[in-house]
């Protein structure tokens, strides 16, 4: 049974938790693989299964994604969607309605995008190249594009209740290479996104030039303007992902090397008509009962505070294809949060900006088997098999 949700007018949908300790949400896996039709599949698994290995269900191939998209789940008033943008020079947008197991086209971007950073926000997707050119096919001005679910669905097909909508140039962050001297042209700043998140009418984003690292920048939803929070990064790698409580967001911490773990920050925009915004941060790494380390994993939201971490595991190589994998397994461990707000509460007159204190969380391992051979996937160099990781 699922919690009872209704839409708050912001593009955010709230949860009532008196259902909620029957129902945890289906967390989506989208993995990449061999197929010449379709680059991806999207997998369901079961977050509230036992201990016995349960198996992965293959929901859908997603024809028309090209390798190099970036993946996300958007919602609105009008339902949820996993939405991949980007890849080559198609620069597509796809969308699938777990709902209904419905694959839609949606508008072109304006400039293709590889691997573009993608935020989810009241009810709009925005997209953001993740290293931005000056020069070439791919990833040029503009660098910032946002498309709305507010309105229906926006797809290039007829369905109802569906609407049309198309990527709307924004203004990037002040930090990309929007005006340039010849010499700097010739050299152009490599600029790349390391961190991002949205909160209230804000989206907050990080990046490094080269070894630089540039800050936080905060984008206005509503006014469309920039403005810089911090002169340090986000303390975080990738997206923060957000847990339905207050203001506490699950992400991997900053971390010289690939086996990070995990925290819950407590994440704060303070909004004033006569000083700048206020960005607080408080970071509560999470204390596992497991040995050693969570590798690097996705983070995937569950909904009232609770959250997962997916990761790869126990594997068979192809013998023709050293790539291509089968008999995979994936572990999926939750965690319940209830007393990182409490701790949040009771510091907070104490909590400092970036302040760091553990936080014993309830944790639960489970694992998935992908079977047959059309759960073969591929893994290169580059690429992970699973690319993301997804709750609706």
């Not at 839609?104 to 931005?132: D, F, N, Q, T, W």
């Not at 961190?195 to 984008?219: C, K, N, P, W």
């Not at 590798?295 to 990761?311: A, D, E, T, W, Y």
Request: proline share 7%; with cysteine; net charge positive.
């Amino acid at each position: 049974m699922a919690p009872k949700r209704k839409w708050d007018g912001n593009g955010t949908v709230e949860e009532d938790d008196s259902t909620l300790a029957q129902f945890i949400k289906p967390v989506y896996l989208v993995a990449e693989r061999e197929d010449e039709q379709s680059s991806y599949s999207v997998f369901k698994i079961d977050a509230d299964a036992g201990a016995t290995p349960q198996r992965a269900c293959t929901v859908a191939r997603m024809p028309g994604t090209e390798r190099g998209m970036s993946f996300v789940a958007a919602r609105s008033k009008h339902g949820s969607w996993i939405v991949a943008v980007g890849g080559g020079l198609r620069a597509g947008t796809v969308i699938f309605d777990p709902s209904t197991s419905t694959m839609y086209r949606g508008p072109r971007l304006s400039e293709p995008k590889h691997e573009p950073v993608l935020i989810s926000h009241r009810g709009e997707v925005y997209a953001i190249s993740r290293r931005p050119r000056v020069a070439g096919r791919m990833d040029l001005d503009p660098w910032f594009e946002c498309l709305s679910f507010n309105k229906g669905l926006p797809t290039r097909e007829d369905c109802p209740g569906a609407g049309w909508a198309s990527w709307i140039d924004l203004t990037p962050p002040p930090f990309f290479p929007s005006v340039l001297n010849p010499y700097q042209f010739r050299n152009p700043p490599e600029i790349s996104v390391t961190s991002h998140v949205g909160i209230g009418t804000h989206v907050l984003i990080s990046a490094r030039q080269d070894e630089l690292m540039l800050g936080t920048y905060a984008f206005h939803v509503v006014n469309k303007t920039w403005e810089k929070v911090h002169d340090k990064n986000l303390p975080f790698i990738g997206q923060a992902m957000p847990l339905g409580k207050g203001s506490l967001f699950a992400a991997c911490p900053l971390s010289s090397n690939d086996a990070a773990g995990l925290s819950v920050f407590n994440i704060k925009v303070s909004l004033s008509t006569t000083a700048p915004l206020l960005l607080t941060i408080k970071e509560f790494p999470v204390v596992v009962a497991s040995e050693g380390r969570i590798p690097r994993p996705l983070v995937c939201p569950l909904g009232m505070g609770r959250f997962c971490s997916v990761s790869l595991g126990p594997f068979r190589r192809s013998r023709r294809n050293a790539n291509l994998l089968k008999k995979i397994q994936v572990i999926l461990a939750t965690f319940q949060t209830d007393n990182v707000l409490a701790t949040c509460q009771s510091n907070g007159s104490e909590a400092k900006d970036l302040r760091v204190a553990a936080v014993q969380v309830k944790e639960e391992n489970h694992t998935y088997k992908f079977k047959g051979r059309r759960s073969r996937l591929l893994e290169s160099v580059t690429t992970s098999v699973l690319v993301a990781a997804l709750s609706m």
